[in-house]
């Protein structure tokens, strides 16, 4: 099992469409036993969290965010937690939104110290 999320950074890869998350947002990750949850904003993302829980390397969680616009969001969430050659960790997401139309995939690594 991949070394725990707690206190990590992570940002996404590539942009998504507008209105989710993209290369400037910036997920805070904790993690407490199973149970993980995090924050994120950045982009157009005014605010956002993420909470559920973690079975060895998979995550599980639901999702809401705020928009600069106002409008809001949430969806549904698997994670799979991996480990990069250079030790910082990825997650490979496969997500569902819950609140309108739309899924996909995209891929979130930690941050360099």
Not at 4 to 22: E, I, K, N, R, Y
Not at 74 to 101: K, M, N, Y
């Amino acid at each position: 099992m991949a070394r725990s999320l707690d206190g990590l950074v992570f940002v996404p890869v590539a942009d998504q469409a507008p209105g989710q998350v993209g290369r400037e947002t910036r997920f805070v990750y904790h993690e407490q036993g199973d149970r993980i949850w995090a924050e994120y904003s950045g982009g157009d993302v005014a605010r956002g969290y993420l909470v559920g829980t973690r079975s060895g390397d998979g995550l599980d969680f639901r999702y809401v965010q705020l928009r600069h616009d106002g409008t809001t969001a949430s969806g549904h969430c698997t994670s799979l937690v991996t480990e990069l050659p250079d030790g910082r960790l990825r997650l490979a997401e496969t997500w569902t939104w819950e609140s309108q139309q739309g899924s996909g995939t995209s891929l979130v690594e930690q941050l360099s110290a």
